[in-house]
């Protein structure tokens, strides 16, 4: 599976913690919850971002950067081993973590869903694709390439938001 967007941060977000998005295999407060976050790493740098995983974390993905107010493209990519993470259509980080890939549960801009965590700044054309991208794939999405040359289009698109309304809750 793919999840990328195009983001413009003004921060970090409230307590250092902005997340971009988070899915999750079980609802919220459960036991058998397992997070799969790409979040502001509160306890990196200025430019520092981190997965959560659910107990196995990958911290300190620098997106030099990225709290400039410009636009940036971000995507992760994962099967059931291999999670990659890219920006601006470049790979940053990538690690063997055991994963399912059946998640239930979508939250874009807030890793809690709540007040706290919540993104501050922008994020335009949340994109989940059936797929895991490749990285030429990926490149041609943060060069802004029509989604006709990706994948399978339409097929290999699940769900797209484009988030061009001024505010509210989906």
């Given at each position: 599976r793919t999840y990328e967007c195009f983001v413009t941060a003004n921060s970090k977000g409230e307590d250092d913690s902005g997340a971009v998005f988070k899915a999750g295999t079980a609802v919220r407060d459960s036991d058998d919850k397992v997070d799969f976050t790409l979040r502001f790493d509160n306890d990196g740098g200025?430019?520092?971002?981190?997965?959560?995983?659910?107990?196995?974390?990958?911290?300190?993905?620098?997106?030099?950067?990225?709290?400039?107010?410009?636009?940036?493209?971000?995507a992760v990519t994962y099967d059931k081993e291999q999670v990659r993470v890219y920006y601006d259509g470049v790979l940053v980080r990538s690690g063997t973590r055991d994963l399912e890939t059946g998640f239930n549960e979508l939250v874009v801009g807030s890793w809690l869903g709540r007040?706290?965590?919540?993104?501050?700044?922008?994020?335009?054309?949340?994109r989940m694709w059936n797929d895991c991208l490749s990285d030429e794939e990926i490149g041609q999405l943060a060069a802004g390439e029509p989604l006709e040359e990706i994948g399978d289009y339409p097929d290999d698109l699940r769900l797209w938001w484009r988030l061009n309304e001024p505010g509210g809750r989906t």
């Open positions: 200025d430019d520092d971002m981190m997965m959560e995983l659910g107990d196995d974390n990958m911290t300190g993905i620098t997106m030099a950067g990225i709290t400039d107010g410009e636009r940036h493209h971000v007040e706290d965590g919540q993104w501050d700044g922008v994020i335009a054309d949340f």
